[in-house]
């Protein structure tokens, strides 16, 4: 089980809205295949197990196989053919599976499938890890919504930037270079226009961290911008199967403006033709603004209106979050902001998970840049109480994944 969870794995950042699932079969206790679903709309993790073991064994595959599968397999046709119906017609003598899948339509109809089959069906091996992979997949079913992660990068005191607003470079290059990566595996970078407006940010993953981009691309309204990509290669079998590779990239930026203030020229709005770009703004602004704002869809972008709350000029987090998952079809959101913005969501309950970066410097207080604005907690134990799950260290940075402990 532990090797279909790592094979599960491998299809981050290319399975969305799909979960991540691995599986393996075994002979005698013998490993035969492993296979892990890639991509949405291609075969599921069971089915590329068994081409696998066709492969190896034969297009007969022999009777007393056994499957270990980290999500149970599905019994209705989707995009594909049930995994169970091909479990049962090649005769597996047992399934073991890590998790039930949380959808209602699937939730046990699988197992009871192949129990009727007379397969002999385990459940609940390694279900901790199980779930964990499917952090994603999970959050999406049970609460409607994308599943939230929060990243920040900071200085040991707790520091986004010096006291001046510089942040070149809080963390070091590895660091950096390990956010690209989630950047893709996340599938979306959410911000606030102020981060836009200091920085003037791409915010895509990119595959080298080269800072002469804007240099090289300016000249030519930034087409070829795609060659900086960081995509995935990945294998997959077409319906006449033959295995083709396809490169993937399906990232998407958004940014919270509650007033339309981006500038038409910042390079967000200029490479909006090349990476799907959505602004979130008040529908006040959106009418006293009208020329900006069609100047700006007409640079690609897609321009959301969302209510204010009241007494308040912020914007309606639950139902920019809504319009992401809905409309957009975005099941996960790496927040990389701002204090006001990253405290808002924190107040909000809409973090679901943490990736704290801490560099070993120290900038000194009365910083305007700490990671979190004011909370309102006066005494300890009204603190924000999170559950650290990992700690690694990437070149001289710390990197702690965290998520918030449930408030009793």
């Given at each position: 089980?532990?090797?279909?969870?790592?094979?599960?794995?491998?299809?981050?950042?290319?399975?969305?809205?799909?979960?991540?699932?691995?599986?393996?079969?075994?002979?005698?206790?013998?490993?035969?295949?492993?296979?892990?679903?890639?991509?949405?709309?291609?075969?599921?993790?069971?089915?590329n197990a068994?081409?696998?073991?066709?492969?190896?064994?034969?297009?007969?595959?022999p009777?007393?196989?056994?499957?270990?599968?980290?999500?149970?397999?599905?019994?209705?046709?989707?995009?594909?053919?049930?995994?169970?119906?091909?479990?049962?017609?090649n005769?597996?003598?047992?399934?073991?599976?890590?998790?039930?899948?949380?959808?209602?339509?699937?939730?046990?109809?699988?197992?009871?499938?192949?129990?009727?089959?007379?397969?002999?069906?385990?459940?609940?091996?390694?279900?901790?890890q199980?779930?964990?992979?499917?952090?994603?997949?999970?959050?999406?079913?049970?609460?409607?919504?994308?599943?939230?992660?929060?990243?920040?990068?900071?200085?040991?005191d707790?520091?986004?930037?010096?006291?001046?607003?510089?942040?070149?470079?809080?963390?070091?290059?590895?660091?950096?270079?390990?956010?690209?990566?989630?950047?893709f595996?996340?599938?979306c970078?959410?911000t606030?226009?102020?981060?836009?407006?200091?920085?003037d940010p791409?915010?895509?993953p990119?595959?080298?961290?080269?800072?002469?981009?804007?240099?090289?691309?300016?000249?030519?309204?930034?087409?070829?911008i795609?060659?900086?990509?960081?995509?995935?290669?990945?294998?997959?079998?077409?319906?006449?199967?033959?295995?083709?590779?396809?490169?993937?990239?399906?990232?998407?930026?958004?940014?919270?403006?509650?007033?339309?203030?981006?500038?038409?020229?910042?390079?967000?709005?200029?490479?909006?033709?090349?990476?799907?770009?959505?602004?979130?703004?008040?529908?006040?602004?959106?009418?006293?603004?009208a020329?900006?704002?069609n100047?700006?869809?007409?640079?690609?972008?897609?321009?959301?209106?969302?209510?204010?709350?009241?007494?308040?000029?912020m914007?309606?987090?639950?139902?920019?979050?809504?319009?992401?998952?809905?409309?957009?079809?975005?099941?996960?959101?790496?927040?990389?902001?701002?204090?006001?913005?990253?405290?808002?969501f924190?107040?909000?309950?809409?973090?679901?998970?943490?990736?704290?970066?801490?560099?070993?410097?120290?900038?000194?207080?009365?910083?305007?840049?700490?990671v979190?604005?004011?909370?309102?907690?006066?005494?300890?134990?009204?603190?924000?109480?999170?559950?650290?799950?990992?700690?690694?260290?990437?070149?001289?940075?710390?990197?702690?994944?965290a998520?918030?402990?449930?408030?009793?």
């Amino acid at each position: 089980m532990r090797l279909a969870l790592g094979l599960a794995g491998k299809g981050r950042g290319t399975v969305s809205p799909n979960p991540l699932v691995g599986a393996v079969i075994v002979k005698d206790n013998v490993f035969v295949s492993g296979g892990f679903h890639a991509a949405a709309g291609y075969n599921h993790a069971e089915i590329n197990a068994i081409e696998n073991a066709e492969d190896k064994l034969g297009s007969r595959l022999p009777k007393g196989l056994k499957l270990y599968v980290t999500l149970e397999p599905c019994s209705m046709h989707g995009r594909t053919p049930p995994c169970t119906d091909a479990l049962i017609r090649n005769k597996f003598s047992e399934i073991i599976i890590s998790v039930l899948d949380p959808n209602p339509k699937i939730n046990g109809q699988g197992i009871l499938k192949l129990r009727q089959a007379g397969i002999k069906v385990r459940t609940g091996l390694l279900q901790k890890q199980g779930e964990k992979l499917n952090e994603i997949f999970f959050t999406n079913i049970q609460k409607g919504r994308p599943f939230i992660c929060a990243k920040t990068a900071a200085t040991l005191d707790g520091n986004l930037a010096a006291k001046t607003g510089d942040s070149k470079w809080v963390t070091d290059r590895k660091s950096r270079m390990f956010v690209q990566k989630l950047r893709f595996d996340y599938g979306c970078v959410l911000t606030g226009i102020n981060t836009v407006i200091k920085d003037d940010p791409f915010l895509f993953p990119r595959k080298s961290l080269k800072n002469n981009m804007a240099e090289v691309f300016n000249k030519n309204d930034f087409n070829g911008i795609e060659k900086t990509f960081l995509k995935k290669e990945i294998l997959v079998n077409e319906e006449d199967g033959k295995k083709v590779k396809i490169h993937c990239f399906n990232f998407k930026r958004a940014i919270i403006d509650t007033e339309l203030d981006i500038n038409a020229d910042s390079n967000i709005a200029r490479t909006a033709k090349h990476i799907k770009t959505i602004i979130f703004s008040s529908e006040e602004s959106i009418k006293s603004k009208a020329e900006k704002y069609n100047l700006l869809l007409d640079k690609g972008i897609n321009i959301e209106a969302v209510n204010t709350l009241k007494n308040e000029k912020m914007l309606d987090l639950n139902e920019i979050i809504g319009i992401l998952f809905n409309k957009y079809e975005i099941t996960s959101v790496m927040l990389e902001c701002g204090p006001g913005l990253l405290t808002s969501f924190l107040k909000s309950g809409l973090i679901d998970k943490f990736m704290f970066f801490i560099a070993p410097k120290i900038t000194g207080g009365n910083n305007p840049y700490s990671v979190f604005n004011e909370l309102g907690i006066n005494k300890m134990y009204e603190s924000i109480n999170l559950k650290f799950d990992n700690i690694k260290k990437i070149q001289n940075d710390l990197l702690i994944e965290a998520y918030p402990c449930l408030q009793e």
